[in-house]
Nanobody, 122 residues
Framework: QVQLVESGGGLVQAGGSLRLSCAASGRTFSSYAMGWYRQAPGKEREFVAGISWNGGSTYYVASVKGRFTISRDNAKNTVYLQMNSLKPEDTAVYYC???????????????WGQGTQVTVSS
């Protein structure tokens, strides 16, 4: 069982930055692929970024490439999403996700956090 708790969301002006954190429980964190999804009002949940268990592979949706960076610290059981050059269209609830399979992470992850709101004002 893995429990995920996000933090770091908030209100920021366009062009600003935020760093989201996701703290995971469980001793097997280092064996899980981790990722971030987001859901804007009236839209479907979207996979934003993912990272393999050892950090050797990362994935970004095209709309955030070059602006967002996903990383993990297995010693701290934490995954991060550094978000720079934020745009109003980045406004959404951001969810941390985990799965033993890096492939399944991008489709239907087994574990979810409760979400954290990110609001970017213009």
């Amino acid at each position: 069982q893995v429990q995920l708790v996000e933090s770091g969301g908030g209100l920021v002006q366009a062009g600003g930055s935020l760093r989201l954190s996701c703290a995971a429980s469980g001793r097997t964190f280092s064996s899980y692929a981790m990722g971030w999804y987001r859901q804007a009002p009236g839209k479907e949940r979207e996979f934003v970024a993912g990272i393999s268990w050892n950090g050797g592979s990362t994935y970004y949706v095209a709309s955030v490439k070059g602006r967002f960076t996903i990383s993990r610290d297995n010693a701290k059981n934490t995954v991060y999403l550094q978000m720079n050059s934020l745009k109003p269209e980045d406004t959404a609830v951001y969810y941390c996700a985990a799965d033993a399979s890096y492939i399944r992470l991008r489709v239907e992850p087994h574990y979810w956090g409760q979400g954290t709101q990110v609001t970017v004002s213009s």
